[in-house]
Each structure stands twice: as structure tokens, then as C-alpha cells.
């Protein structure tokens, strides 16, 4: 009944730009702090960036500037917009939503982001 739907994930050459959207139902959107993660193959989950139910931001260093997440109450919808992109970027995606009191939280599926030339 809770879903998290990521889309926007594909193939982009370095320096290139793809924005990923993670769609949220089931919850009460407002009440959620969003990020994104990203998991390479061997490698452990990372946060990638973090949008607050008041709209504050945080991101890794390694996508500062080239990265922004933001977020539309109206449409339930958390979003990523990728500049920039490096070959180090690429993972499978994923959306989180975590309560901004409990500790109650959902993982989206996952989208796929590969760059590459």
C-alpha cells in the first residue's frame, strides 16, 4: 500500500544531465523526509542527497554542485536533478522516505543510472 516509484534512471555520456522522480503514495508526504541513495556494485548504500519536510537540503560532498534535490507536496513527488554526471556516478538509485518524528521508514525499488561514453 505504500509505494515509493522511482523513473528517470538510463544511459547517459559523461556530463550529461537526467533528473530522477520518486513518487510517493500511501503516506502523508508532508510528514516525510526524503533523500536519495545510490548502491554501486560492491560497494555500500550512500546517502546522495536529503530533503527535509521544511525544505532544508544536504548533499554529499561528492555531488555538491553538480546535484539538487527538491520536492513537490502537491504531486507527492521527490526529485534529483543530475548535472554534470561523472562514470563515478553510476549506481541503482533509490528513494527514501523517513518520518520527520518516527522512526518509520520506506525504501523505493530502485532506478538504474549508468554514464558511460
Known amino acids: 500500500q505504500v509505494q515509493l516509484v522511482e523513473s528517470g534512471g538510463g544511459l547517459v555520456q559523461p556530463g550529461g544531465s537526467l533528473r530522477l522522480s520518486c513518487a510517493a503514495s500511501g503516506i502523508i508526504f508532508n510528514l516525510y523526509n526524503m533523500g536519495w541513495y545510490r548502491q554501486a556494485p560492491g560497494k555500500q548504500r550512500e546517502l546522495v542527497a536529503r530533503?527535509?519536510?521544511?525544505?532544508?537540503?544536504n548533499y554529499a560532498d561528492s555531488v555538491k554542485g553538480r546535484f539538487t534535490i527538491s520536492r513537490d507536496n502537491a504531486k507527492n513527488t521527490v526529485y534529483l536533478q543530475m548535472n554534470s554526471l561523472k562514470p563515478e556516478d553510476t549506481a541503482v538509485y533509490y528513494c527514501k522516505a523517513d518520518h520527520w518524528v518516527r522512526s518509520t521508514n520506506y525504501w523505493g525499488q530502485g532506478t538504474q543510472v549508468t554514464v558511460s561514453s
Open positions: 530533503i527535509t519536510t521544511s525544505g532544508n537540503t
